[in-house]
């Protein structure tokens, strides 16, 4: 339709012949995964594949999706609203070739939002076809937070939840070893997987749940590292005309680099269980995660982060236009290959060939990565992704590496944080505001600083001094990196100038 206002939404009657029957068939599936996290990622990634899977005759199953945190109601109402469809673009260039195809996902039968359905996600633990547990929460949402045993009120905690889920499912199956989950948390942190198990039996333990219930968790249960790799930004920036292009409105659109990995510590034989790699699908399983853990981590997301805190308080937006960007974007390059590389205990020209093919993937013309996006839980970020290059390249070179030193200067000074209309926002140097997504304690801490400062009662130095010794931000006081404090507060400076 030349008016997509006129058209419908996305439903299960817009589909083509051959998309509708795939549906349909889908539909005819049992729920075999639950799916912590609505956002962009999993569906242009896990959804992705496991529809691929399908489609290749192996995987037969529906997804659950619910959101790990309130605000991701929205995404969830408008999914359900479109039976669970959305379509997902798919364009960049791959071994020489431009890529540019367009689908709809199906896999996902159904949405339960646990604030309000709290009744209904908790009936998922008796499903004995449920078999696969996969999240997306950030770094921020596999963290253990204190929080009451309760089965009458909904749990904030993503972790807990899961617990809890864990715990009605082994009371239902009488503890049966056959009904325990393979747990897949795609948050990029090290050891992701042990990590979810350690929390969950913590929760456990705090709720004075029986040995039973531990071992069962322990025993029957696969909590697996897992390492993910796709760009995955979203709708397009001209949406509108690809609406009118598909003749239906998608308030779900998604697009997708071409590349994709997913690298999981495992046993082949669990390809039986999740039959991904069998799919033809970039899917490796492996002994030992930590190579692909660290070369990722560190150069891809931790470029992402860097580029992401300078790009946004320079007014960039997009991943393209800072790394196309004559300044801030050779900038980027030279971080990641003089300060990066060099930081990373593997193989040199490995790590070389990687960037390249990094930074390659920075300029697919048919992707905006938004840095918006990219700067969700920047803390956190800093910390998992950054923190580690700066202290490894000060042990290894004696000095610091300037260009992170300027990513945590432009992260602080982005973080000037306010309260505005109901949400938060970040300073930038031509004065707009910028949106702040991070935890509601870090950003008030960072508001409260910069207010002290411009009231008088710290000075800058003192500012630096507060922020790098908040032990709870960055697991450590980094005033005690040699150097860190003044060449934060000369960058810090150097921002300030550029804005006066």
């Not at 896990?46 to 995404?75: E, I």
């Amino acid at each position: 339709m030349d008016n997509v206002k006129q058209a419908s939404l996305l439903s299960l009657e817009q589909l083509q012949d051959s998309e509708k029957k795939q549906a349909e068939a889908l539909r005819e599936q049992p729920v075999k995964v639950l799916q912590f996290g609505e956002g962009n990622f999993l569906r242009g990634f896990a959804d992705w594949m496991l529809q691929h899977s399908f489609k290749q005759g192996h995987f037969r199953g529906t997804v659950a999706v619910t959101q790990p945190r309130p605000t991701g109601r929205m995404k969830l109402e408008r999914l359900r609203s479109q039976d669970g469809l959305y379509t997902l673009l798919t364009r960049g260039i791959q071994n020489g070739e431009q890529v540019d195809q367009q689908e709809v996902i199906s896999v996902i039968s159904r949405m339960i939002d646990p604030y309000e359905e709290w009744n209904d996600f908790l009936a998922l633990a008796e499903h004995p076809e449920l078999d696969i547990i996969i999240s997306n929460t950030t770094e921020a949402g596999l963290t253990y937070t204190p929080t009451p045993y309760s089965l009458n009120e909904p749990m904030l905690s993503f972790p807990a939840k899961l617990t809890l889920l864990m715990y009605c499912r082994y009371q239902f199956f009488e503890g049966a070893g056959d009904k325990g989950w393979m747990l897949l948390p795609c948050e990029l942190i090290e050891r992701n997987g042990e990590r979810l198990q350690e929390i969950v039996l913590m929760h456990a333990r705090d709720w004075k749940l029986e040995e039973g219930f531990i071992a069962w968790v322990q025993e029957h249960n696969l909590f697996l590292n897992s390492l993910v790799d796709r760009i995955v930004p979203g709708a397009p920036s001209d949406a509108a005309s690809w609406q009118a292009q598909l003749g239906y409105q998608d308030q779900m659109l998604n697009t997708a680099e071409p590349y994709h990995l997913w690298v999981i510590q495992g046993p082949a034989s669990l390809d039986e269980r999740l039959p991904l790699q069998r799919a033809g699908l970039n899917v490796h399983w492996v002994e030992d995660l930590a190579p692909y853990q660290l070369r990722k981590v560190r150069l891809l997301n931790g470029t992402h982060t860097l580029m992401a805190s300078i790009g946004l308080v320079h007014g960039c937006q997009s991943v393209r236009e800072i790394a196309e960007h004559a300044e801030w974007g050779a900038e980027a390059r030279r971080a990641m290959l003089e300060e990066m590389v060099p930081a990373v205990p593997l193989p040199a020209q490995e790590m070389q060939v990687y960037a390249s093919e990094v930074w390659e993937r920075f300029l697919n013309p048919f992707v905006e990565h938004r840095l918006g996006d990219i700067c969700l839980n920047s803390i956190s970020k800093f910390r998992v992704r950054l923190l580690p290059t700066l202290k490894a390249y000060h042990e290894q070179f004696d000095k610091l590496p300037e260009k992170v030193v300027k990513a945590l200067a432009c992260l602080i000074f982005l973080y000037d944080a306010q309260e505005q209309d109901g949400g938060w926002s970040g300073r930038t140097l031509d004065g707009a505001r910028v949106k702040l997504s991070d935890d509601e304690g870090a950003l008030r801490f960072m508001q409260s600083s910069w207010d002290e400062y411009r009231n008088g009662a710290v000075s800058r130095s003192g500012l630096i001094q507060r922020i790098l010794g908040n032990e709870e931000l960055w697991g450590e006081d980094l005033n005690e990196i040699s150097g860190l404090p003044e060449a934060v507060w000369a960058e810090l400076e150097e921002l300030e100038l550029s804005q006066s």
